[in-house]
């Protein structure tokens, strides 16, 4: 599941999934805050299972930041 909501400053972003097999999942939220037309700041935060191969079966939570190059 993925939805994407525009504000007047910036850009929501959130993601989801669930495999009922193994009763795992994951869930991720972003915002990015647009400076100008190029420069944006993004925040990102996940918790759950599979965000990449290595950590298939880790349950892990974790916040980062970044800049977000946009409209090139």
Not at 32 to 39: E, G, R
Request: hydrophobic share 35%; net charge negative; aromatic share 20%.
């Amino acid at each position: 599941l993925w939805a994407k909501f525009y504000t007047g400053a910036g850009v929501f972003n959130t993601r989801g999934f669930y495999n009922f097999a193994d009763d795992k999942g994951g869930v991720e939220l972003g915002y990015t805050l647009y400076f100008n037309d190029i420069l944006g700041l993004y925040v990102q935060g996940y918790h759950g299972y599979g965000e990449t191969l290595i950590d298939y079966d880790h349950s892990q939570t974790r916040i980062g930041l970044g800049i977000k190059l946009v409209n090139l």
